[in-house]
Every structure is written in structure tokens, then in C-alpha cells.
């Protein structure tokens, strides 16, 4: 079943068989890196693993990082999946399609690829296979 998702807010994105997180860091030397790891992170700021579901069309969504401004989830053909400056094009697009348990896939518009991870930390991209490193939960954000 295809959704929209959750209504656009802040949000960690929390992997269905790891229970990580969906993190991301742009360092002084530019490089851009997305992993998944614990909640409590010793060495990486709390909005890294925050991000902000922006609506863009039908049933695209861009996942801006909340941590880097400017900066949104991006892969590529090479199954690499990565923070990039925001530019709004379709390797910034992501289909999310609910499983009806709570978690979504996440699809990316320009590959057909699939967000993934491993028990390692790793996040990726790779063909859809129906399987729990594809399935990622949304869980809201409140301040204060």
C-alpha cells in the first residue's frame, strides 16, 4: 500500500530489523556520510539523527536533514546513499509506501532502489526484497 506517510514534522527514522538510526554528518572536509547506529551516539551531535520529511509531489518526499541545513538524503545508480546539498532532483526523492505494520520503504525516485541497511551500520541502497533492513519507522520528534 502506497502512503504519504506521516504528516510532515521532524523525525528519526528508525531501521524495522536493527532498531538503528538513520544518522548523517557533512564533516569540515565536505564529506558526507549516512549510517545507522544508536540513539545515543557518543561522538555525533542529537539532530544528526534527525531528519525533516518535506512533501514535493503526488507521493515524493524529500528527507531533509534537520543537523546539516541545506543538506538532504540523495543516492545514486552505484548504490550509494548519502547527503548532498538540497538541488530538488529526483536522487533527492523518495517514495515511502507504508507496510501496514507501521513501517515504510523507502524508494528512491531516480534508481527504483530501495534505502537498506545491515546489522553493521552500513546504509545503502539495493533492489526491493520485501525483507526488514528495507522497512524504516518514522518516530516523531517533540520539543521541549
Given amino acids: ?11 528519526h527514522i528508525v531501521n524495522k530489523a536493527t ?3 538513520l544518522s548523517g554528518l557533512v564533516s569540515s572536509s565536505l564529506s558526507v556520510s549516512v549510517w545507522t547506529g544508536p540513539l545515543e551516539q557518543w561522538d555525533v551531535p542529537p539532530d544528526a539523527l534527525k531528519w525533516v520529511k518535506e512533501f514535493v ?7 531533509n536533514h534537520l543537523y546539516t541545513t541545506g543538506y538532504s538524503l540523495d ?5 550509494s546513499i548519502y547527503l548532498h546539498n538540497s538541488n530538488g532532483g529526483s ?3 523518495w517514495i ?5 505494520e507501521g ?6 525516485l531516480a534508481t527504483g ?31 521541549g
Avoid at 541497511?117 to 518516530?139: C, I, V
Fill in 75 to 79: 543516492s545514486n545508480a552505484e548504490q
Fill in 57 to 63: 509531489s503526488y507521493q515524493y518526499y524529500h528527507l
Fill in 1 to 11: 500500500m502506497t502512503s504519504g506517510g506521516p504528516d510532515s514534522a521532524t523525525y
Fill in 96 to 100: 515511502l509506501a507504508e507496510d501496514g
Fill in 113 to 143: 532502489l530501495m534505502a537498506d541497511s545491515n546489522a553493521e551500520g552500513h546504509a545503502y541502497t539495493m533492489p526491493k526484497n520485501d525483507g526488514p533492513y528495507q522497512r524504516w519507522r518514522f518516530l516523531p520528534v517533540y520539543s
Fill in 91 to 93: 536522487y533527492q526523492q
Fill in 19 to 21: 532498531g538503528l538510526y
Fill in 103 to 108: 513501517y515504510f520503504t523507502l524508494e528512491n
